[in-house]
T-cell receptor, first 115, second 114 residues
């Protein structure tokens, strides 16, 4: 089965450090999402790419977060500097548009803890 | 506005049917989805329904859509302990610029007991 691969699976870092999370979307998918999941806020959309171009990053704190797709096989989400409130599970998902009836495939997530 | 609402908890006996309900707000959503999340895992697509359908059945899963009331439900027949998980409803509103994005509800935690 094709998978969305996220690395690292777990990350513990100190406040103020830079954090980089990586995602390898399914080959051929042209749409990539980044979501953040917390108990309090649920699933929040952070960024959305189509054909590597950012279409919507309105859910992302601009001062410290950045998302990029340097090529079709890699999406990155960076936090600099990290803060304890950034502790969450970060999910990447990929899919096809058109073709949304197939849904979007999620990775297993990166669990980030900022101490 | 974008808002998907679900009840937070549901407890059922093994072998019974489970019904998870969801209301959404955006009538431009072409597809509506149900995802399942098991502990420590990502979200797994269970099923979807196209907005011009009223019902879709897929093995033990039945999705009902009431477009007038913007109400979506997921019925799981013969619920098993392996069905214990969090179930997310998601709408996919279309935005100007020709793109859509997934908006999730808070999730319904289904507990299946003997």
């Amino acid at each position: 089965d094709a998978r969305v691969t996220q690395t690292p699976r777990h990350k513990v870092t100190e406040m103020g450090q830079e954090v980089t999370m990586r995602c390898q979307p399914i080959l051929g998918h042209n749409t990539v999402f980044w979501y953040r999941q917390t108990m309090m806020q649920g699933l929040e959309l952070l960024a959305y790419f189509r054909n590597r171009a950012p279409l919507d990053d309105s859910g992302m704190p601009k001062d410290r977060f950045s998302a990029e797709m340097p090529d079709a096989t890699l999406a990155t989400l960076k936090i600099q500097p990290s803060e304890p409130r950034d502790s969450a599970v970060y999910f990447c998902a990929s899919g096809l548009f058109p073709g949304q009836e197939r849904g979007y495939t999620f990775g297993s997530g990166t669990r980030l803890t900022v101490v | 506005g974008e808002d998907v609402e679900q009840s937070l908890f549901l407890s059922v006996r093994e072998g019974d049917s489970s019904v998870i309900n969801c209301t959404y707000t955006d009538s431009s959503s072409t597809y509506l989805y149900w995802y399942k999340q098991e502990p420590g895992a990502g979200l797994q697509l269970l099923t979807y329904i196209f907005s011009n359908m009223d019902m879709k059945q897929d093995q033990r899963l039945t999705v009902l859509l009431n477009k007038k009331d913007k109400h979506l439900s997921l019925r799981i027949a013969d619920t098993q302990t392996g069905d214990s998980a969090i179930y997310f409803c998601a709408e996919s509103p279309m935005f100007s610029g020709g793109y859509n994005k997934l908006i999730f509800g808070a999730g319904t935690r289904l507990a299946v007991h003997p």
